[in-house]
């Protein structure tokens, strides 16, 4: 057992279970803990990455918000996690790096165990059964299909400016109507068309001098984060979160709170897909 792991107590692995049911069960029975997973195999953020036996920044900072919700946080990088009984959790929230297939792989950049094929396959049901889901910059690709979305890649750190399109969404009631922030912006692309938008990424303004910025950034407005139903699950997904100034802001713990709390389903929002209004030409972009 990986000694890092924060709380972890692994379930016996179960095979052809309820899990959906076990899962909406633990919550109406109160479950309060939230797993953090941070697995990190194609690069490991400075965020997550640990000192010995120390959390990470992002970790401790989630743990921070958490507790503001009343939730306690079990945060580890052992893909074995989803082998156990994942009816424990109350939400599970991503930060890995790497698809499915490379968080799979026995090698990563912290030295943690695989993800299993049958947990994976276990925490995509959890999802589709009513699990929440949360996923923060690169962890969507944990489960690609749930969040809705795909990845062209990230040019150079600038600013940019955000729009806010869902004022009404947790989190979002005080960020006014636009913000500008210096992060690592992940060029989203093919979305599906049942997002609800909370924050669009509009590229006016940002520099595209270099080639790898102009791949990612000449292009029409899209998404930046959204909430989203997958099976009987909601998801929540920001692309917000490369940086520790990003980490350490009220705009980020207003956004991941409450984001977290309509995922637990503490807080309810109107999520009616809105993509094709806020950001209709957001699947447009450059090829080469």
């Known amino acids: 057992m990986e000694r890092r792991q ?5 379930g016996a692995a179960v095979l052809g279970w309820p899990l959906a049911a076990q899962c909406v069960q633990a919550r109406s029975a109160g479950s309060r803990k939230i797993l953090f997973f941070s697995r990190s195999v194609l690069f490991e953020h400075s965020v997550v ?16 918000l958490a507790r503001q919700l009343d939730c306690e946080v079990e945060c580890t990088k052992d893909g074995r996690v989803f082998d156990g009984d994942l009816s424990r959790y109350a939400a599970v929230v991503s930060y890995t790096c790497g698809s499915p297939d490379d968080l799979m792989k026995p090698e990563s950049l912290d030295h943690s165990p695989a993800v299993t094929q049958t947990g994976w396959k276990q925490l995509d049901a959890a999802v589709r059964g009513g699990l929440p889901f949360v996923a923060i910059h ?6 690609p299909e749930a969040c809705g979305a795909e990845c062209l890649g990230h040019g150079l750190q600038q600013a940019a400016r955000i729009q806010v399109v869902s004022p009404r969404f947790p989190g979002a009631e005080t960020l006014g109507d636009a913000f500008t922030m210096v992060e690592e912006w992940f060029s989203l692309v093919r979305f599906v068309d049942d997002l609800h938008v909370i924050l669009v990424q509009d590229c006016t303004g ?6 790898i910025d102009r791949r990612c950034y000449d292009r029409p407005p899209f998404p930046a984060t959204w909430a989203r139903m997958h ?22 713990a207003q956004v991941v709170s409450g984001g977290l709390s309509w995922a637990l389903g503490r807080l309810d929002a109107d999520i009616t897909p809105n993509i094709t209004q806020v950001a209709p030409q957001a699947n447009q972009f450059p090829r080469t």
Do not use: K
Request: hydrophobic letters at 40%; glycine letters at 12%; aromatic letters at 12%.
């Open 138 to 143: 690169p962890g969507a690709w944990l489960l």
């Open 49 to 64: 990455h640990r000192e010995g036996d120390e959390l990470s920044f992002g970790e401790r900072t989630f743990t921070r």
């Open 6 to 10: 924060a709380l972890q107590t692994l």
């Open 231 to 252: 099976g009987q699950g909601r998801v929540f997904y920001t692309s917000l979160g490369h940086r520790e100034d990003v980490w350490g802001s009220e705009i980020f």
């Open 206 to 211: 940002m520099s595209i001098a270099a080639e």
